[in-house]
């Protein structure tokens, strides 16, 4: 029987607040020159009510040692974005400025968002529904023109959704 390696850990959402949380991954050193250098992962969580609060339990599979995890808590219009780290079974809160670009995207007619992925199916960028806090699931599919893995999402008119990418903090910007 194969056993998964893994950790978790929980929060708990206040009434009206959905909490979902990425795994920062540095892509490996010889793929540096062509692809991103960060990707973002979705953990998995599990639910349970409290009440009127909701108790989340976030996996991460196979962690390393130390694991970055960019926290987005949406609340009616508003995202709180906040980075942290898993250390052993503990999640630290960052309170340094936080390295993430976010959009709000919309349109009054249906648009695609295309971005590269990475040779193992990762990507540095993730689109959000604000209100199901679900992702848009991209369709992946091999540009034979630059013969690259792409991902491309499909956006409703007249719907706003949450995008965010991990860049590498410039010192000019």
Do not use: W
Request: hydrophobic share 30%; charged share 35%; glycine share 4%.
């Amino acid at each position: 029987m194969e056993s998964i390696q893994g950790k978790h850990f929980s929060i708990t959402d206040p009434q009206g607040v959905k909490t979902v949380i990425y795994r920062v991954n540095k892509t490996e050193k010889e793929y540096l020159n062509k692809y991103p250098k960060y990707t973002v992962e979705r953990l998995v969580s599990a639910e349970e009510f409290q009440g009127n609060l909701k108790k989340k339990t976030f996996f991460i599979d196979e962690p390393n040692y130390e694991e970055h995890l960019i926290i987005l808590s949406f609340a009616g219009e508003k995202v709180v974005v906040n980075m942290g780290i898993l250390e052993d079974n503990k999640v630290r809160i960052s309170k340094k400025p936080v390295p993430v670009k976010f959009d709000t995207l919309y349109s009054e007619e249906g648009v695609y968002k295309e971005f590269k992925y990475t040779p193992n199916l990762k990507r540095p960028i993730s689109i959000i529904d604000p209100e199901t806090t679900e992702e848009v699931k991209p369709t992946v599919y091999l540009d034979k023109n630059t013969n690259e893995l792409k991902g491309k999402c499909k956006l409703k008119p007249n719907k706003p959704y949450f995008a965010f990418e991990m860049r590498e903090r410039r010192e000019d910007v």
